[in-house]
């Protein structure tokens, strides 16, 4: 099992930055995976950002994103991050990490993002 929990998220003004970060705990050896996810107001989950496999040269963005977005993760620390730039509303939304081995797939709780002035 893994158990995942993320920070870094809280009130922000449209053009800001925030950083979030995921710290993984348990069996983080076979952890492979990490990937970010959205959750509007109202809407369903939603990919935003990602690092796939050991050699962390694979980074995903959803398109909405593109440019705004890096993904990053420390395998060592068993700790992912989500840096965001050049807020907007619409960004506002809970962000959950999602860390997957071949196997299985984790989730965090959550944390709250709003962009607004």
């Known amino acids: 099992q893994v158990q995942l929990v993320e920070s870094g998220g809280g009130l922000v003004r449209p053009g800001g930055t925030l950083r979030l970060s995921c710290v993984a705990s348990g069996s983080i050896w076979d952890m492979d995976s990490m990937y970010w996810y959205r959750q509007p107001p109202g809407q369903q989950r939603a990919f935003v950002a990602g690092?796939?496999?050991?050699?962390?040269?694979?980074?995903l963005s959803h398109d909405s994103v593109k440019g705004r977005v890096t993904a990053s993760w420390d395998p060592a620390k068993g700790t992912g991050y989500l840096l965001m730039t050049d807020l907007t509303p619409a960004d506002t939304a809970v962000y959950f990490c999602?860390?997957?081995?071949?196997?299985?797939?984790?989730w965090g709780q959550g944390t709250q993002v709003t962009v607004s002035s």
């Open positions: 690092v796939h496999g050991r050699t962390r040269s694979n980074q």
């Open positions: 999602n860390a997957r081995s071949t196997t299985d797939s984790f």
